[in-house]
């Protein structure tokens, strides 16, 4: 692999010499999106799918085989948020794409543009094993059902994918039935069209109404969401203006790094100090983001006499969630630097609002999870997951990029687990699915092979999706997966107290083991001495030795449900 930063939001075509693309429709298609900037194609390949997949490793995309539709549905997605390039899933059709759907259901609810590239059985072919309707699954979760028509309108009907997945921030499925997919076609290459994301700039009367609510306010604070992730810089030069702090949702945890005003992620994840300073407000902005039950602890970080502001460039954001005082229709950033420059030509750009002395104190002595006391809840057999994970912060480089599986463990890595930016945390929770994890930390992985990959993930998420550790073996990824291993699916064990846990509780298992019989490297944790392996292992990886993934069987501690299971559950 090598090193690949993020790419822009932009996308048009190649500069390659001129060709002809044939001689069939599914040749063309694979050469198109190759031409329109695809990064990267994960997936399983079938017959109905064969000769696409081919064709886009022929126009130079490289392509990562995948042991589970599911698996290649998520890395693509997890790609995509990395590495600003558009992911592509390729299916065979009907059980293809259904063995997909978990992951394609993330994706559109996390709005990625991704493109999922299936084959459909023929229109004809009403007794088709493979037939369903593929157009109605697929918008049954939020994705936008697309089709290449024939050999006339192939060309058009790819850009036309493309263009919504990138303007609009879809997923979007590329339907092509096998028998259009043989029939013949030429088409003169390269192709090339504009597929740039619009920006949005908003009007100067909501810019002023936005700096009106920032001038009256005392304590401000901006929480910046998915939306907000391109426009980090702009938020904070405003933020510094306006003496307000900066806080992000979950999925945009790193954005403001190494700010000393940066209270990390807003909601059930927060500290008490962060919780206590956000609910403290007397005016939050939300700069793309949702201010939804898990960003706000359903409302209970929003005061009764806070000011409520929300940017987004999508209309039905705002306000979706809970009543806001002003609405501003408007790219992030975009609209960040215009206030910021209005208050610039008004020379008032020294006020001290909530970024006092005492303030930054407190910030900076609590507010990160791993710097607050720990009760050691550690036994002779099982190690305390906090504990662990403030350790494995000290040995693993900075330069990391860290996913998350669902599960009552989550919130140990997500805040005990430090990140260098917003490109170094995958969090792909929308559809809140235990197992996607080992899928997103390969994905992100491909996405930025310059950072040494970490995955935080349980034993029932993690045991779900094994079948893509051999994936991760056969790419020697040097991933280092923790397997928080409670032998139970925890959340529910801590939620359902004093019921029969028959159901989702198991016998201990010997993942080291197993992940040793995949050919990675298993280590069983139950202690912090047994951490000695895993430095020797970290070691090999950063001086760039073929290291191949680190199993962490970490044995943890029953921790009574963590803290912010029942604000999860109160979702359910």
Request: charge should be negative; aromatic fraction near 6%.
């Amino acid at each position: 692999m090598t090193s690949l930063a993020p790419a822009p939001d932009t996308h048009s075509g190649s500069a390659t010499a001129p060709s002809t693309y044939g001689p069939t429709v599914a040749d063309v298609v694979g050469r198109v999106l190759a031409d329109l900037g695809v990064g990267h194609v994960f997936g399983v390949v079938g017959s109905g799918n064969f000769a696409m997949t081919n064709a886009l490793r022929a126009g130079g995309v490289g392509y990562t085989a995948a042991r589970h539709e599911g698996g290649a549905a998520t890395m693509a997605d997890a790609y995509t948020r990395m590495s600003g390039k558009v992911g592509v899933v390729s299916l065979h059709q009907g059980c293809g794409l259904t063995n997909a759907m978990t992951g394609i259901g993330e994706a559109a609810k996390s709005r990625t543009p991704m493109l999922v590239l299936t084959a459909d059985a023929p229109s004809a072919d009403l007794r088709s094993n493979f037939r369903i309707d593929q157009a109605a699954l697929v918008t049954s979760v939020g994705a936008v059902s697309e089709r290449v028509h024939g050999a006339h309108t192939v060309v058009a009907d790819v850009v036309r994918a493309m263009r919504t997945a990138i303007t609009q921030r879809r997923t979007v499925v590329l339907n092509v039935a096998i028998d259009v997919a043989g029939s013949p076609a030429s088409v003169s290459g390269p192709v090339v069209a504009d597929l740039t994301r619009p920006r949005v700039r908003p009007d100067q009367g909501s810019v002023a109404s936005l700096l009106a609510l920032i001038a009256a306010a005392a304590r401000p604070v901006f929480v910046a969401g998915r939306g907000a992730r391109d426009a980090g810089p702009q938020i904070a030069a405003l933020a510094e203006a306006t003496g307000a702090l900066v806080a992000t949702s979950a999925v945009a945890n790193g954005l403001f790094a190494g700010n000393p005003f940066s209270l990390g992620i807003s909601g059930g994840f927060s500290s008490a100090t962060t919780a206590d300073l956000v609910a403290g407000a007397d005016l939050i902005v939300g700069w793309g983001c949702a201010l939804n039950m898990w960003t706000m602890r359903h409302g209970k970080l929003i005061g009764s006499d806070t000011v409520v502001a929300q940017v987004d460039v999508d209309v039905d954001a705002i306000g979706a969630h809970r009543a806001v005082h002003l609405g501003v229709i408007g790219d992030c950033a975009l609209t960040a630097a215009d206030a910021l420059d209005v208050l610039s030509a008004r020379g008032n750009l020294t006020p001290t609002g909530y970024r006092t002395p005492e303030v930054a104190a407190t910030i900076a002595a609590t507010s990160r999870w791993r710097d607050v006391p720990v009760d050691d809840i550690s036994t002779t057999e099982q190690i305390d997951p906090r504990k662990l994970t403030i350790a494995l912060d000290d040995v693993l480089p900075a330069d990391r990029i860290v996913s998350i599986d669902s599960g009552n463990f989550m919130g140990y890595p997500s805040t005990h687990l430090s990140v260098p930016d917003e490109f170094g945390f995958c969090f792909t929770q929308a559809f809140q699915s235990i197992g996607l994890g080992l899928y997103t930390a390969v994905g992100a992985a491909t996405a930025r092979p310059d950072r040494l990959p970490v995955l935080g993930t349980g034993d029932g998420g993690f045991l779900m999706a094994i079948s893509e550790l051999e994936t991760a073996v056969r790419l020697r990824i040097p991933l280092a997966i923790v397997v928080y291993n409670d032998s139970a699916y925890g959340a529910e064990v801590h939620h359902f107290g004093d019921a029969d846990m028959t159901t989702v509780t198991f016998p201990e298992v010997d993942i080291a083991a197993i992940a040793t019989g995949y050919g990675a490297t298993g280590v069983t944790v139950r202690s912090l001495d047994d951490l000695e392996p895993v430095r020797t292992w970290v070691a090999a990886a950063v001086s760039g030795s073929d290291v191949g993934p680190l199993v962490i069987d970490a044995k943890i501690a029953a921790d009574g449900g963590a803290w912010w299971l029942a604000e999860a559950f109160a979702g359910h």
